[in-house]
């Protein structure tokens, strides 16, 4: 009996073949860094016993170039994953940060806004506002040194303090004591190093009174009876450098309307590099517009809009009446 070998799968392998016209087959796998095989790279040609030593040794290095290829297209996609999650996270954190910040107030003798335009990273401003007796407010600027998650994290430290601190001490030597303490305490005791600035002021609108401690921040601005400015500088050196703190601080009186405007560094970089002539700008414009909204209006339009932030940017302006 003769066996019919048409139907024997090796035979049908070569007649495939032979129909597709392959004399001559390479193939070398593509194995990726975890070991796993990708897949197959294929050589084929027409004529029988094409392929030496050579091609295959080609085929290998062009199947490593591809799973090399293939791994840093991975890669990529397992780092771009990160960046959003991060990112999403990093938003999130932002969006708890903002939401602790004072709400404007706005009576018939004292008007209180802020303008905190943010980069998109977090940020070591910070300011707050209570309400410390009647017709008394204590109100604060702060700026952490750096920028990012960790200076975030110190300025939210600080600002679980404030209300009780500024509520039952008031008292601005004594509140900028407090504050030295708490961040020399909690992070330069442990050898790592940080540091803040600060300015905060009580305004009693029944006293008609301003008093203030800067500690190491930029001038606060006092357009005084919309007849003088004042330049809010005396105080103490940064908070956090030292255990124990000289402070020394000064009291205003003020008989018309009043215009006061804080300020962190991040608007005196946008502004102008050169301090001075930053803090000469502010001061013209807060002649002009002494309203507290529409100075906000000024600087947001004139500085700020259509800008990418390399650093937040924190101010507050006051009117008194």
């Not at 009291?251 to 803090?279: F, K």
Request: aromatic share 6%; with cysteine.
């Amino acid at each position: 009996m003769i066996e019919d070998t048409s139907k024997h799968p090796i035979v049908k392998k070569l007649d495939i073949t032979y129909s597709a016209n392959i004399g001559s087959y390479l193939g070398v796998p593509i194995i990726l860094e975890d070991n796993t095989m990708f897949g197959t790279l294929c050589a084929i040609d027409p004529s029988p016993h094409k392929f030496d030593t050579s091609d295959l040794e080609l085929m290998q290095t062009l199947a490593n170039f591809i799973a090399n290829a293939i791994d840093l297209g991975q890669a990529y996609e397992v780092i771009l994953a990160e960046e959003q999650r991060v990112k999403r996270e990093l938003e999130l954190a932002k969006k708890v940060q903002t939401s602790v910040l004072s709400e404007p107030i706005i009576l018939e003798n004292i008007n209180i806004q802020a303008y905190y335009p943010s980069s998109e990273s977090l940020s070591g401003d910070m300011y707050s506002w209570f309400e410390i007796s009647h017709n008394k407010y204590g109100i604060i600027l702060i700026d952490v040194m750096g920028h990012g998650v960790s200076a975030a994290l110190i300025s939210m430290s600080i600002r679980s303090l404030l209300k009780g601190l500024i509520t039952s001490i008031s008292d601005p030597i004594e509140v900028i004591k407090e504050l030295n303490h708490h961040i020399f305490s909690l992070f330069n005791s442990t050898n790592q190093s940080t540091y803040a600035t600060a300015i905060y002021l009580v305004v009693d609108t029944e006293l008609k009174t301003i008093e203030y401690v800067n500690a190491g921040h930029p001038s606060g601005l006092l357009f005084l009876d919309q007849k003088t400015m004042e330049r809010m500088d005396v105080g103490s050196i940064i908070l956090g450098i030292f255990p124990n703190l000289k402070v020394k601080k000064q009291l205003l009186h003020y008989n018309e309307s009043s215009t006061i405007m804080l300020y962190t560094d991040g608007l005196i970089e946008l502004i102008n590099p050169v301090i001075s002539d930053a803090i000469n700008t502010i001061e013209t414009i807060i002649v002009n517009k002494p309203n507290n909204v529409q100075l906000i209006e000024e600087i947001k339009n004139k500085f700020v809009n259509g800008k990418a932030l390399k650093d937040d940017i924190c101010l507050i302006s006051l009117n008194v009446k």
